[in-house]
């Protein structure tokens, strides 16, 4: 065995070791106290169990989440370039100042509503767009400006609740993730530690029953050859 894997090997043994005392609780070995911990474990194991399903529904909404914001953004990204391509056309065949008048004055007023819904046990952002025209949605007369940037216009409009819906999709993947993260912290310090903890002392409270118990038999036994 190498210098390298020796020192690597004597650690391991010695970090065995210190897991292995650190394990047990420091209680009394008495028959109340292995009452009190068989019942502690016990909801541990049943609280392990139900934050592991809660993990695992939660990935599994994550992961739909993830892939509705993944369509969303490219559908969003791709509207929103063709809309730019055509509103630059449009600003290439209009002047500047005829732009400026067409589009000082909206026609389209809209109006947000943030609630909140629950995913899991996490409070997600959920927004309800309500928009209000005054006659046509279009700004400006069609002789004012050219094609392109009414079909812009048109198609920015179009995207708007995609844009609304996303930022909504993308809130709640960081407010699950977050969860996520923080339930998984919870599932692993009750398996790898608290569970552990729990199973060692009990079983070093019933050895240190039975050892009692055997030590008292053996008195009994020695009382009674003695008489």
């Given at each position: 065995m190498?210098?390298?894997?020796?020192?690597?090997?004597?650690?391991?043994l010695?970090?065995k070791f210190?897991d292995k005392?650190?394990a047990?609780?420091n209680?009394?070995p008495?028959?109340?106290?292995?009452?009190?911990?068989k019942?502690?474990l016990s909801?541990a194991?049943r609280?392990h169990k139900?934050?592991?399903?809660?993990s695992?529904?939660?990935v599994?909404r994550?992961?739909v989440?993830?892939?509705?914001?993944?369509?969303?953004?490219e559908e969003?990204e791709?509207?929103?370039?063709?809309?730019l391509?055509?509103?630059?056309?449009?600003g290439a065949l209009?002047?500047?100042?005829?732009?400026?008048t067409?589009?000082?004055?909206p026609?389209?007023?809209l109006?947000t509503?943030c609630?909140?819904?629950?995913i899991?046990?996490?409070?997600v952002?959920?927004?309800?767009?309500?928009?209000s025209?005054?006659?046509?949605?279009?700004?400006y007369?069609y002789s004012?400006i050219?094609?392109?940037?009414?079909?812009?216009v048109?198609?920015?409009?179009?995207l708007?609740?995609?844009?609304i819906?996303?930022?909504?999709v993308?809130?709640a993947?960081?407010l699950l993730?977050?969860e996520?993260e923080?339930?998984?912290?919870r599932?692993?310090?009750?398996e790898?530690?608290?569970?552990?903890?729990?199973?060692?002392?009990i079983?070093?409270?019933?050895?240190?029953l039975?050892?009692?118990?055997?030590?008292?038999?053996v008195?009994?036994m020695?009382v009674?050859?003695?008489?």
């Amino acid at each position: 065995m190498t210098r390298g894997r020796l020192t690597h090997f004597l650690f391991y043994l010695n970090f065995k070791f210190i897991d292995k005392t650190m394990a047990r609780l420091n209680v009394n070995p008495t028959r109340m106290e292995l009452k009190k911990l068989k019942a502690r474990l016990s909801t541990a194991t049943r609280g392990h169990k139900l934050l592991k399903d809660k993990s695992d529904e939660m990935v599994r909404r994550f992961t739909v989440l993830l892939k509705e914001d993944k369509r969303l953004r490219e559908e969003v990204e791709e509207g929103l370039s063709s809309a730019l391509r055509q509103f630059a056309v449009a600003g290439a065949l209009t002047p500047a100042y005829v732009q400026e008048t067409a589009f000082s004055m909206p026609t389209v007023a809209l109006q947000t509503e943030c609630e909140t819904q629950s995913i899991m046990g996490v409070d997600v952002p959920k927004i309800k767009l309500s928009e209000s025209t005054e006659g046509s949605r279009l700004p400006y007369a069609y002789s004012e400006i050219t094609s392109e940037a009414d079909g812009s216009v048109e198609m920015v409009s179009a995207l708007l609740p995609k844009l609304i819906r996303l930022a909504e999709v993308e809130k709640a993947v960081r407010l699950l993730a977050d969860e996520i993260e923080r339930n998984k912290r919870r599932v692993n310090a009750l398996e790898y530690i608290m569970i552990p903890q729990l199973e060692e002392t009990i079983k070093y409270i019933r050895d240190k029953l039975d050892e009692n118990e055997r030590a008292s038999i053996v008195r009994l036994m020695k009382v009674k050859s003695v008489k």
